[in-house]
């Protein structure tokens, strides 16, 4: 009887001395993210930098990036891009609506993800840019949508 209470005893100090790791259930990335930038003037559509992740699958990404100016004017869409991702991290390179190219990294977190662009290419029509000047935006998931739109 004594040696079973030792044991017993010596298994509950086991079990509350060794470190507790949280199981947490698997992270969707797909889905819509997106960061506005509030202007004081009244506007019907206030600036809006976006990615909306179609997929992730195989240690690869599939997304696209979207700039929406004041008033939706201009629109910026980049091609669908197909990244390799590692370590939840992906580079790759870009081709937006109005023939500016570039590259950029993204990277995946629980319920934002962060992107970072350079612009190397502007075109001739170029009004706005996807540059986002040496650093990376935080977007917050806004939706579950991961339509993006071939062009």
């Known amino acids: 009887m004594k040696k079973t209470m030792r044991h017993m005893l010596i ?3 086991i079990l509350t001395i060794l470190p507790v790791y949280p199981v947490q259930a698997a992270v969707k990335y ?3 993210y997106a960061k506005t930038t509030k202007l004081k003037a009244k506007l019907d559509v206030h600036p809006t930098y976006s990615v909306t ?3 992730v699958k195989n240690n690869k990404i599939k997304f696209q990036v979207t700039y ?3 008033n939706a004017s201009p629109l910026y869409e980049t091609k669908v891009i197909t990244a390799k991702l590692k370590k939840k991290t ?3 390179k870009w ?3 109005w023939g500016n190219s570039g590259t950029g990294k993204i990277k995946l977190y629980k319920g934002y993800i962060k992107i970072k662009m350079k612009q190397t ?3 001739s029509w170029n009004r706005a840019t996807l540059d986002t000047e040496g650093k990376y935006k935080k977007l917050k998931k806004k939706s579950n949508n991961k339509k993006v739109f071939p062009w």
């Open 30 to 32: 797909p889905g819509t």
């Open 95 to 97: 081709e937006d609506s």
């Open 53 to 55: 992740i179609n997929k």
């Open 68 to 70: 929406v100016g004041i």
């Open 121 to 123: 290419k502007t075109s």
């Open 11 to 13: 298994l509950v100090l």
């Open 90 to 92: 992906a580079s790759f």
